[in-house]
Antibody, heavy 119, light 110 residues
Framework: QVQLQESGPGLVKPSGTLSLTCAVS?????????WTWVRQPPGKGLEWIGEIHHSGRTNYSPSLKSRVTISVDKSENQFSLNLNSVTAADTAVYYC????????????WGQGTLVTVSS | EIVLTQSPGTLSLSPGERATLSCRAS???????LAWYQQKPGQAPRLLIY???SRATGIPDRFSGSGSGTDFTLTIGRLEPEDFAVYYCQQYGTSPPTYTFGQGTKLEIK
């Protein structure tokens, strides 16, 4: 079964760039599914950031579009998130996930990784 | 952009009782595009329901989804201790393709 694992720095300075990678195991990132990033500020709800297809097509949240880039590395079977010009409001647990077998929903998910924006 | 409003914000019930959670959309949503997730503390969300009413693999049949248009419901038939968690609805929108989550309903033990 497909498993996902997020990795990256847990601390990013304000105005810097947040960079995370999601490693996919147990399946190919070129499976035809979409791959997504979702975040959750401490004690708050879920926010969709964007998604990528193995072909390189992307869709982004309108509220984050100007600061977000999601890319895919088929040779490493992983995809990545870059979020620039970060502020404390970007402090959150960041999850990666795969489009579900039925579409228009997500599962499985990675365990999530906490990123704190602070000097 | 479609906004999803979940109610109530918190629901206090006892094990064995029936839970009814609501998700209301600001515009009509295709049933195909509506999903429900369960999230327990310190864990990632888990897909429960897709297509408004179909259970994901391994989800017990006490979980059911219903609704259409702007009003959707997640029902938990008889609450088990492990069902106390936060539940989110999610919708897929086109033009441009985006996903939106509701703010969540916390189901707590009474």
């Amino acid at each position: 079964q497909v498993q996902l694992q997020e990795s990256g720095p847990g601390l990013v300075k304000p105005s810097g760039t947040l960079s995370l990678t999601c490693a996919v195991s147990g399946g190919s990132i070129s499976s035809g599914k979409w791959w997504t990033w979702v975040r959750q500020p401490p004690g708050k709800g879920l926010e969709w950031i964007g998604e990528i297809h193995h072909s390189g097509r992307t869709n982004y949240s309108p509220s984050l579009k100007s600061r977000v880039t999601i890319s895919v590395d088929k040779s490493e079977n992983q995809f990545s998130l870059n979020l620039n010009s970060v502020t404390a409001a970007d402090t959150a647990v960041y999850y990666c996930a795969r489009e579900s077998a039925w579409g228009y929903s997500y599962g499985p998910w990675g365990q999530g990784t906490l990123v704190t924006v602070s000097s | 952009e479609i906004v999803l409003t979940q109610s109530p914000g918190t629901l206090s019930l006892s094990p064995g009782e029936r839970a009814t959670l609501s998700c209301r959309a600001s515009q009509s949503v295709s049933s195909r595009d509506l999903a429900w997730y369960q999230q327990k503390p310190g864990q990632a969300p888990r897909l429960l329901i897709y297509g408004a009413s179909s259970r994901a693999t391994g989800i017990p049949d006490r979980f059911s989804g219903s609704g259409s248009g702007t009003d959707f419901t997640l029902t938990i038939g008889r609450l088990e201790p492990e069902d106390f968690a936060v539940y989110y609805c999610q919708q897929y929108g086109t033009s441009p393709p985006t996903y939106t989550f509701g703010q969540g309903t916390k189901l707590e033990i009474k």
